[in-house]
């Protein structure tokens, strides 16, 4: 419905909306939104609120920031707009007033090594042209361009490594891990396991190699045939026969079983890891490669000639290796007009003076924004892989603060996640410069600290998922006071009671002594055990270094898991990413407290839709029984697997389960739309059929956990799990919903109810980082109450934590810090929160006192 009832016609419509100054929502349907109307300030930060799932992000990103790429890419050429990650068109009436979007979105970071710190601010380009223009040339060697200073071009790249700074190869100890063992009993772990492993020992007896001696006794030149030679030597093979048979049936010249072609250890890893589209074979393979510096560039991934350039007596891989910080330092002397800085300036022309100064300075006005955003301890080598969501998209945000855009909206999603309080004043700093360079400002933030910040709020809810999507409030701040089904009221206004309780005794303490990563030096630390422990201190302090490595690694390796109990692993192995840090530290005490180690993260349950809630859980192992044991089930000779959307008897043969279909529009976004056949069921008309308490399979898994615990009231088998996912505040998720469809709190939340429904055995060590990430504080309380549950239980629950309500619970913290980068590392304080509060060198105990007075 237009908001002016005096508009002629739309154009007429739309310039109202342009002068009035606001951003008209009507219709809006997009996920759970139940046909939202607001109007929404340009030039203002507006912050959306509400419990996890209620709906913000579907009208931040899913409406507003969707709407706005559809109307940028119709005016690209439809060929370039293939090259776009379209998001789908939005489920909304008309949006007018909306200007063009830039989105800045909480993800991982990009899957390789090759993607920086220094790519993704484009600082590299910078600094490359620096080196290409002002560097220091030994001499008689010729000019450089800007290309040859990067790892990731042909000109740059070292050749013996591809630019990547190591070379993987194998070696006869990664091949045969225990040479004490004969080759008939596998000494060559590196070949494939089953008939082909077998028909290669089997070509070796025709060959005459003895496979019944110990592998360490055999003559070093057999060795290293069978495992390095390039040779495939094609020979009959006995297959069944003892070496002594198969020498007479040789001399016989008897009919082989069939003729046989050997592959050495080496050739076959190297050729599988290059060519197989297995991912779990590659992973295979992959656990037997080993990785080196590379010797030619000494793992700085470029060319002699492009190392041997210098700036401020570095080359360009040392300069990158810097902290942002120290960089800042480095450059600085190089922006200023007059006087001389070092010998070198001699030997430079005023040409290259001239352009020494414009890009020092323009690499020291960049790397301000940086700095002030509390990211002065990364480094421009610093690989995205390892940056966390919050620290990539504070990247990104400082980038384009620097671009200077006018007139355009930025929807950011949780631009605090990851921050300590104390970075967070410099967050609202960068959002104010970009609201002061007439731009609009839509966040998507749960930290009350930004909320305080807001010129106007959109508070959606009540409630998560169905029981959510409708408009609350939009406004300004303090109209929300007013608005009682709003849960964020009680927490912006001081309503809700701080969790005060006194801290349980610790029952051990886990001991650490001599750990080293990153900014860790040597640093010894005491885990109390039987207690939940928040690790405090600024970003980049070293905080997850500590826990979520060194911990997780030193724990793992004592109990024989080597890490954690992960709920996720990698499909696929990179061999870019999965660079093993050297682990340096031990535990001096306490592994008697500690029988077992699960680490909870928000990494998602799956990445298809056919992974969801109630596979994850193991729910779905129960209602599938369920459904088999009915009469009509058995009547039909009907098993469990027949009520699985995964296998091919039970399954609507036209989607092959998946429910929907997708339609190419080839310029357009890809549209998926429910499957004609089975029309979203997912399984074929026969399965259907069979009914449990009046429902069919299809309509159980489209039922609510709320729903499901009414109607499989009195079933042990599920009743249990259902509970479980009430308590942590997902009984608003449906069973059947796609594992693509939920948040990183939800994933970790759903994680954290499958360790719950476990019998508790105690001693058991967990461990989370930041798990209210993403967690709207009410949410956060009721996690904070299941962890407690763990702890009761005669579990140990170690957390990284910046949200102070949740460290203000907690039985102990450790503080690291003060500083982040060169200036943390070390254990600030460490003690029950009271105590920790009254520390004053603590960065975090001002913010602490807060919430415990």
Same mark, same amino acid.
């Given at each position: 419905m237009p908001s002016n009832k005096n508009a002629k016609n739309p154009q007429q419509h739309v310039q109202l909306a342009v002068e009035d100054g606001y951003v008209h929502v009507r219709g809006a349907r997009e996920h759970n939104l139940k046909n939202v109307s607001l109007d929404i300030p340009r030039g203002a930060l507006v912050v959306f609120t509400g419990v996890s799932g209620s709906g913000k992000s579907s009208l931040a990103f899913g409406t507003l920031y969707a709407e706005a790429q559809r109307r940028y890419l119709e005016s690209v050429s439809p060929y370039a707009r293939r090259l776009f990650h379209q998001m789908p068109v939005p489920e909304v009436d008309e949006i007018e007033g909306l200007p063009p979007a830039v989105a800045l979105q909480q993800q991982r970071g990009t899957p390789t090594a090759r993607s920086s710190v220094g790519s993704v601010s484009t600082l590299s380009n910078s600094l490359r042209m620096l080196y290409s223009r002002a560097g220091d040339y030994p001499p008689g060697q010729e000019l450089l361009y800007a290309e040859s200073f990067s790892p990731n071009t042909p000109q740059g790249a070292c050749p013996r490594c591809s630019g990547l700074g190591r070379i993987y190869d194998v070696t006869e100890q990664s091949l045969v891990p225990d040479d004490s063992l004969t080759i008939r009993e596998r000494a060559v772990a590196a070949w494939p396991p089953a008939w082909h492993g077998q028909n290669l020992r089997d070509i070796l007896v025709t060959m005459g190699y003895d496979v019944d001696t110990p592998w360490r006794d055999l003559p070093k030149k057999d060795r290293d045939w069978i495992l390095f030679t390039d040779e495939t030597p094609t020979v009959p093979v006995y297959a069944g026969l003892t070496p002594k048979e198969t020498k007479a049936a040789l001399k016989r010249k008897d009919t082989p079983s069939y003729q046989g072609t050997f592959t050495g250890a080496r050739r076959y890893v190297l050729q599988t890891f290059a060519n197989t589209e297995s991912a779990s074979m590659k992973k295979r393979v992959a656990r037997y490669m080993v990785s080196n510096a590379c010797p030619e560039c000494e793992g700085k991934r470029l060319r002699r000639e492009s190392l041997s350039v210098t700036f401020a007596g570095?080359?360009?891989?040392?300069?990158?290796?810097?902290?942002?910080?120290?960089?800042?330092?480095?450059?600085?002397?190089?922006?200023?007009?007059?006087? @001389?800085?070092?010998?070198?300036?001699?030997?430079?022309?005023?040409?290259?003076?001239?352009?020494?100064?414009?890009?020092?300075?323009?690499?020291?006005?960049?790397?301000?924004?940086?700095?002030?955003?509390?990211?002065?301890?990364?480094?421009?080598?610093?690989?995205?892989?390892?940056?966390?969501?919050?620290?990539?998209?504070?990247?990104?945000?400082?980038?384009?603060?620097?671009?200077?855009?006018?007139?355009?909206?930025?929807?950011?999603?949780?631009?605090?996640?990851?921050?300590?309080?104390?970075?967070?004043?410099?967050?609202?700093?960068?959002?104010?410069?970009?609201?002061?360079?007439?731009?609009?400002?839509?966040?998507?933030?749960?930290?009350?600290?930004?909320?305080?910040?807001?010129?106007?709020?959109?508070?959606?809810?009540?409630?998560?998922?169905?029981?959510?999507?409708?408009?609350?409030?939009?406004?300004?701040?303090?109209?929300?006071?007013?608005?009682?089904?709003?849960?964020?009221?009680?927490?912006?206004?001081?309503?809700?009671?701080?969790?005060?309780?006194?801290?349980?005794?610790?029952?051990?303490?886990?001991?650490?002594?001599?750990?080293?990563?990153?900014?860790?030096?040597?640093?010894?630390?005491?885990?109390?055990?039987?207690?939940?422990?928040?690790?405090?201190?600024?970003?980049?302090?070293? @905080?997850?270094?500590?826990?979520?490595?060194?911990?997780?690694?030193?724990?793992?390796?004592?109990?024989?898991?080597?890490?954690?109990?992960?709920?996720?692993?990698?499909?696929?192995?990179?061999?870019?990413?999965?660079?093993?840090?050297?682990?340096?530290?031990?535990?001096?005490?306490?592994?008697?407290?500690?029988?077992?180690?699960?680490?909870?993260?928000? @990494?998602?349950?799956?990445?298809?839709?056919?992974?969801?809630?109630?596979?994850?859980?193991?729910?779905?192992?129960?209602?599938?029984?369920?459904?088999?044991?009915?009469?009509d089930a058995k009547k039909r000779r009907y098993d469990a697997g027949r009520f699985s959307f995964n296998v091919a008897k039970g399954r609507c043969e036209h989607c092959a389960g998946e429910g929907f279909v997708m339609v190419e529009l080839l310029f357009l976004p890809s549209v998926y739309a429910p499957c004609p056949t089975c029309e979203g069921a997912r399984y074929n008309a026969k399965t259907l059929e069979v009914t449990y308490r009046g429902k069919n399979i299809a309509e159980v898994l489209g039922m609510t956990v709320g729903e499901a615990i009414d109607f499989f009231a009195g079933e042990p088998l599920v009743e249990r799990a259902l509970e479980v996912l009430k308590e942590v505040g997902l009984d608003y998720l449906r069973l059947g919903q796609p594992a693509t469809e939920l948040s990183g709190g939800e994933a970790q939340r759903i994680k954290l109810a499958t360790e719950l429904q476990r019998a508790t055995r105690g001693n058991t060590l967990y461990v989370l980082d930041e798990p209210t990430t993403g967690l709207h504080p009410v949410d956060a309380d009721r996690l904070m109450v299941q962890l407690n549950r763990l702890v009761d239980a005669g579990n140990t629950v170690v957390v990284v934590e910046h949200t102070m309500r949740v460290v203000a619970g907690s039985d102990w913290v450790i503080d690291i810090g003060p500083g982040a980068g060169e200036e943390g590392g070390k254990v600030v304080a460490s003690g029950p929160p009271q105590e920790v509060a009254r520390n004053k060198v603590s960065r975090t105990a001002p913010y602490l006192r807060k919430h415990l007075a």
């Open positions: 570095l080359d360009i891989a040392e300069l990158s290796r810097q902290p942002l910080e120290k960089l800042a330092r480095l450059i600085k002397p190089y922006t200023e007009t007059e006087g @001389k800085v070092d010998k070198a300036d001699a030997k430079l022309h005023n040409e290259q003076l001239i352009v020494r100064r414009r890009i020092a300075a323009d690499l020291a006005a960049r790397l301000e924004v940086l700095l002030a955003m509390g990211l002065g301890y990364l480094a421009l080598e610093r690989s995205t892989p390892t940056l966390s969501p919050g620290e990539l998209q504070r990247l990104r945000l400082a980038t384009q603060v620097r671009s200077s855009l006018f007139g355009v909206v930025y929807v950011l999603d949780e631009p605090s996640a990851g921050l300590h309080p104390a970075d967070t004043e410099a967050l609202l700093d960068a959002l104010a410069q970009l609201k002061a360079a007439g731009n609009s400002l839509f966040v998507v933030e749960h930290a009350l600290d930004v909320i305080r910040q807001a010129d106007w709020l959109v508070d959606v809810g009540p409630l998560a998922g169905e029981r959510g999507g409708e408009i609350l409030y939009s406004g300004v701040p303090e109209g929300l006071r007013k608005v009682e089904e709003s849960q964020t009221r009680r927490y912006l206004f001081n309503e809700a009671p701080a969790p005060g309780r006194t801290p349980r005794e610790p029952t051990g303490w886990l001991k650490l002594e001599g750990v080293r990563r990153n900014n860790l030096d040597g640093l010894a630390v005491d885990f109390p055990l039987g207690v939940l422990t928040s690790v405090t201190g600024v970003s980049g302090s070293g @905080k997850s270094s500590l826990v979520s490595q060194v911990l997780v690694e030193l724990v793992g390796s004592a109990l024989g898991q080597g890490g954690a109990v992960e709920e996720e692993q990698s499909e696929e192995p990179d061999l870019e990413r999965d660079e093993a840090l050297p682990l340096e530290g031990r535990i001096v005490a306490g592994m008697e407290g500690v029988k077992r180690m699960v680490r909870v993260d928000q @990494k998602p349950i799956g990445r298809t839709p056919r992974s969801n809630l109630a596979t994850y859980t193991g729910l779905f192992d129960g209602v599938r029984k369920l459904f088999a044991a009915t009469p």
